[in-house]
């Protein structure tokens, strides 16, 4: 069994992150796209090396947000302690903004039982939105894109304020 939820399941995407992600956004009013080798998940970070490998790139930077309504779940793993934050954005504008970087994808992750994946194997394409079918509560949204050159600085793209409807402190 397969889960992808739609990219219609809601109006907006959060990130949960800490205080000084908040500070350098209202700074620099920009995002940044980070390597996903340095998630703490290094089954998720396998897959994004696998279609990198596959594909001939250099390197990877993902932004990962939530679809799903707010949940303990996410406080509690991609935050730390006091200084947590949500960031909930208005996804149509942030999506917009994001697809000015060129070669970004803008997806909801696939979450698949591995049973299934060895049934079927993935596509190379398939491979940096998906994750196995026990993540499926995250309704994970991410915002990807390879490179061919070495990984150097994180890739940053412009999102205005008016684009964020309403931040959470933990």
């Not at 994180?154 to 964020?164: E, G, K, L, S």
Request: hydrophobic share 40%; glycine share 4%; charged share 25%.
């Amino acid at each position: 069994m397969s889960l992808k939820p739609g990219t219609d399941m809601s109006t907006f995407l959060r990130r949960y992150t800490d205080l000084p992600f908040l500070f350098d956004y209202l700074r620099t009013k920009e995002l940044a796209l980070l390597s996903p080798k340095t998630w703490d998940d290094k089954n998720d970070s396998f897959f994004v090396e696998q279609y990198a490998k596959a594909k001939g790139f250099q390197s990877t930077y993902a932004l990962c947000l939530a679809e799903a309504p707010e949940t303990y779940h996410h406080w509690k793993v991609f935050t730390s302690g006091s200084s947590g934050v949500c960031i909930e954005f208005k996804k149509d504008d942030l999506v917009a903004h994001a697809l000015k970087v060129p070669g970004l994808r803008a997806e909801s992750v696939t979450y698949s039982t591995i049973k299934n994946l060895r049934a079927s194997r993935p596509k190379p394409d398939q491979l940096p939105f998906l994750k196995r079918y026990a993540f499926g509560d995250e309704a994970e949204f991410r915002l990807f894109v390879a490179r061919q050159e070495e990984f150097s600085a994180p890739i940053r793209f412009a999102v205005p304020a008016n684009a964020i409807s309403r931040v959470v402190l933990r």
